[in-house]
């Protein structure tokens, strides 16, 4: 055989494997805040390769809340985003809300917590009565806040708020201008401790532990896109899988890929965040009994109910109107342990 004729079936075969792949799916992702390693997953599924594995040619965005992440997917101009699902079911409870539901729950746990002082007299949930609370504005812990409080006999009217801008909320508490904040555990505890608080004066109050039923994270999907792409929202949902199970297996190597694209990120801190996050939020109980990524459905209408104490729905949406597990993988698949 010429080296011409090697030449030409070298070309043909380049052209015919250029015939059989599938052309990829661009696709954007909104997550609702700057990027930590709570996010972890995603990046490891794009680093590692699973993404384009899938056929999809994944970009992220950020933005300012779940409020515009959702609306950039209701939009069209994301066809995902990364958003507190319990903001995706307030938005279902007003009037005209775009069909946009949730296909893959990340945190099976909301990271929700009061995060005090002990210094301050708080051990426990209750200690918070007759104390100083202090929140951010945009903060979504504190809207189950109220809910929370009634369902554990604590008067809300006796707890002192003291409302702040999420730049502050720990600096503030580190100085003990208040006994104790509002915000996610993973977040709030972790700085804390890197303002050099210690571990043993902080009480870590997971909303969790004290009857709130509340789910965290999840992906969302513009409606079109998911009625017209159904198997790319699918080949999305395998690929962050995968980037969970590589990033349970190798946090460290995980919170690498994160830090290098945060501006100033620090290692030791992202790790611990990793860390926290994949101990309260992600491997529960119900995600190693069950699988990642889906719901409850008692328990998600136990959630709503919750919500619905202090939020007042147009239209109170049903756990079917806001989660759609058509998009899962069988349970199997799902397992982590």
Same mark, same amino acid.
């Given at each position: 055989?010429?080296?011409?004729?090697?030449?030409?079936?070298? $070309?043909?075969?380049?052209? +015919?494997?250029?015939?059989?792949?599938?052309?990829?799916?661009?696709? +954007?992702?909104?997550?609702?805040?700057? &990027?930590?390693? =709570?996010?972890?997953?995603?990046? $490891?599924?794009?680093?590692?390769? &699973?993404?384009?594995? #899938?056929? &999809?040619?994944?970009?992220?965005?950020?933005?300012? $809340?779940?409020?515009?992440?959702?609306?950039?997917?209701? =939009?069209?101009?994301?066809?995902?985003?990364?958003?507190?699902?319990?903001?995706?079911?307030?938005?279902?409870?007003?009037?005209?809300?775009?069909?946009?539901?949730?296909?893959?729950?990340?945190?099976?746990?909301?990271?929700?917590?009061?995060?005090?002082?002990?210094?301050?007299?708080?051990?426990? &949930?209750?200690?918070?009565?007759?104390?100083?609370?202090?929140?951010?504005?945009?903060?979504?812990?504190?809207?189950?806040?109220? $809910?929370?409080?009634?369902?554990?006999?604590? *008067?809300?009217?006796? !707890?002192?708020?003291?409302?702040?801008?999420?730049?502050?909320? #720990?600096?503030? /508490? =580190?100085?003990? +201008?208040?006994?104790?904040?509002?915000?996610?555990?993973?977040?709030?505890?972790?700085?804390?401790?890197?303002?050099? !608080?210690?571990?043993?004066?902080?009480?870590?109050?997971?909303?969790?532990?004290?009857?709130?039923?509340?789910?965290?994270?999840?992906?969302?999907?513009?409606?079109?896109?998911?009625?017209?792409?159904?198997?790319?929202?699918?080949?999305?949902?395998?690929?962050?899988?995968?980037?969970?199970?590589?990033?349970?297996? #190798?946090?460290? %190597?995980?919170?690498?890929?994160?830090?290098?694209?945060?501006?100033?990120?620090?290692?030791?801190?992202?790790?611990?965040?990793?860390?926290?996050?994949?101990?309260?939020?992600?491997?529960?109980?119900?995600?190693? *009994?069950?699988?990642?990524?889906?719901?409850?459905?008692?328990?998600? #209408?136990?959630?709503?109910?919750?919500?619905?104490?202090?939020?007042?729905?147009?239209? %109170?949406?049903?756990?079917?109107?806001?989660?759609?597990?058509?998009? /899962?993988?069988?349970?199997?698949?799902?397992?982590?342990?």
């Amino acid at each position: 055989m010429t080296l011409a004729s090697t030449g030409l079936i070298t $070309a043909h075969a380049a052209e +015919q494997a250029a015939e059989d792949k599938k052309p990829q799916t661009s696709v +954007q992702l909104s997550f609702d805040r700057p &990027l930590d390693a =709570s996010m972890a997953p995603f990046v $490891a599924a794009s680093s590692g390769g &699973l993404f384009s594995a #899938e056929d &999809l040619a994944v970009s992220f965005n950020f933005a300012s $809340a779940s409020p515009e992440a959702i609306a950039r997917v209701a =939009s069209g101009s994301s066809e995902f985003a990364l958003v507190d699902i319990n903001e995706l079911i307030r938005f279902h409870g007003k009037a005209d809300a775009p069909p946009i539901k949730a296909v893959f729950v990340l945190f099976n746990q909301a990271p929700y917590a009061i995060v005090a002082r002990k210094s301050r007299g708080i051990r426990t &949930l209750a200690d918070v009565e007759g104390k100083t609370l202090g929140t951010a504005e945009t903060d979504l812990s504190f809207h189950l806040w109220p $809910a929370l409080a009634r369902q554990n006999g604590i *008067r809300p009217a006796n !707890v002192k708020v003291y409302r702040m801008s999420a730049a502050v909320r #720990e600096p503030i /508490l =580190s100085a003990g +201008q208040v006994d104790a904040v509002a915000g996610f555990s993973y977040l709030s505890a972790v700085n804390l401790r890197d303002r050099g !608080v210690p571990a043993t004066d902080l009480a870590v109050l997971r909303y969790a532990d004290y009857g709130c039923d509340a789910y965290g994270f999840a992906i969302i999907v513009n409606p079109a896109f998911a009625a017209t792409r159904p198997d790319a929202v699918k080949a999305f949902v395998r690929a962050v899988i995968g980037g969970i199970h590589l990033t349970i297996n #190798e946090p460290e %190597r995980a919170v690498d890929e994160v830090v290098a694209r945060m501006d100033g990120g620090q290692r030791d801190l992202e790790l611990e965040r990793l860390r926290t996050v994949i101990a309260d939020n992600i491997l529960t109980t119900e995600v190693k *009994r069950n699988g990642i990524g889906g719901i409850d459905a008692a328990r998600f #209408e136990r959630a709503i109910d919750q919500i619905g104490e202090d939020f007042k729905f147009r239209r %109170r949406p049903s756990a079917a109107d806001v989660f759609d597990d058509s998009f /899962l993988p069988p349970a199997r698949i799902r397992l982590i342990n």
